[in-house]
């Protein structure tokens, strides 16, 4: 069974960016779909940015758009989670899931099977 194991996160100034990762340990990053989601203190989780594979696919909830970006690294198994501009709003702890079904149009927490164990993003002056 895959494990996904996070890394990145932390504080940041509101405007800067933060990075976070997540490895596949135990299968190829490649045979999932991989998403990520956020979930703010007192909130549900919600989505923020999906990536396929084959294809190389990419999807975004609407505020993420031109401001988040996924990317793969399948050599090293790794999903990243590019954020920029961030706003106190955009604090939480992100997510990285796991679905082997294919598609960006998985953006609910039930369509993924395997998650981390999640890294949080902070932000603040």
């Known amino acids: 069974q895959v494990q996904l194991v996070e890394s990145g996160g932390g504080l940041v100034q509101p405007g800067g960016p933060l990075n976070v990762s997540c490895t596949t340990v135990?299968?190829?990053?490649?045979?999932?779909?991989m998403a990520w989601f956020r979930q703010a203190p007192g909130k549900e989780r919600e989505f923020v940015a999906v990536s396929t594979w084959p294809g190389g696919s990419t999807g975004y909830a609407d505020s993420m758009k031109g401001r988040f970006t996924i990317s793969r690294d399948n050599d090293k198994n790794t999903v990243y989670l590019r954020m920029n501009f961030l706003r106190p709003e955009y604090a939480g702890v992100y997510s990285c899931a796991a679905s082997g079904r294919w598609g960006t149009a998985r953006r609910s927490p039930s369509e993924y099977e395997f998650w981390g164990q999640g890294t949080q993003a902070s932000v603040s002056s």
């Open positions: 135990g299968d190829y990053v490649t045979s999932y779909t």
